[in-house]
């Protein structure tokens, strides 16, 4: 089953069963899919188009969630934490540090260069390899130790 079929299924779920909150997390997802496709002019989102999509959303929660933290916003905190883990239910599962480590080391070794100023190629080689199953920062952070050491 698609991801897509699976957001409408569960979408349809919450609204049955009364689940305000998973409701409008899973509408606002359908919202976020419906705008990547109508933006890359395509008539729908391939299982890859959702991720990208979900995990930009989950994204943008984990920085909500440190604003709220620093705010002392425990409310909004839990709100976010809880959709959050709505979303991160789509998402494949996420790979151990030493799986990424490897592929990192693996895809350094292919460009044969590095110095700290292949960065940005390093980032760029890692991320399709990695889709959805590995945040941003965390793949930053071990490529700038790798690079660095």
């Known amino acids: 089953m698609s991801l897509i079929k699976q957001i409408e299924d569960d ?3 919450a609204l049955k069963g009364g689940d305000k909150e998973k409701t409008l997390t899973l509408r606002g997802l359908k919202s976020d ?3 990547y496709t109508i933006e890359k002019k395509t008539k729908e989102a391939s299982d890859d188009d ?6 930009k959303a ?3 929660r984990r ?3 440190e604003q709220f933290k620093l705010g002392k916003r425990d409310d909004l905190v ?4 809880n959709e959050l883990s709505i979303i991160e239910a789509y998402l494949p599962a996420k790979m151990s540090a030493e799986e990424l ?3 990192i080391k693996d895809t350094i070794a292919e460009l044969g260069d590095e110095t700290p100023s292949q960065m940005g190629l390093v980032m760029k080689a890692v991320m399709p390899k990695v889709a959805g199953q590995a945040d941003g920062k965390e793949i930053k952070d071990i490529v700038t130790k790798l690079l660095a050491g």
């Open 101 to 103: 480590e490897k592929i």
């Open 11 to 13: 979408l349809i779920k």
């Open 78 to 81: 839990a709100k976010e934490s």
């Open 50 to 55: 959702v991720i990208t999509v979900l995990n």
């Open 58 to 60: 989950a994204k943008r």
């Open 63 to 65: 920085d909500s969630i």
């Open 33 to 35: 899919i419906r705008y």
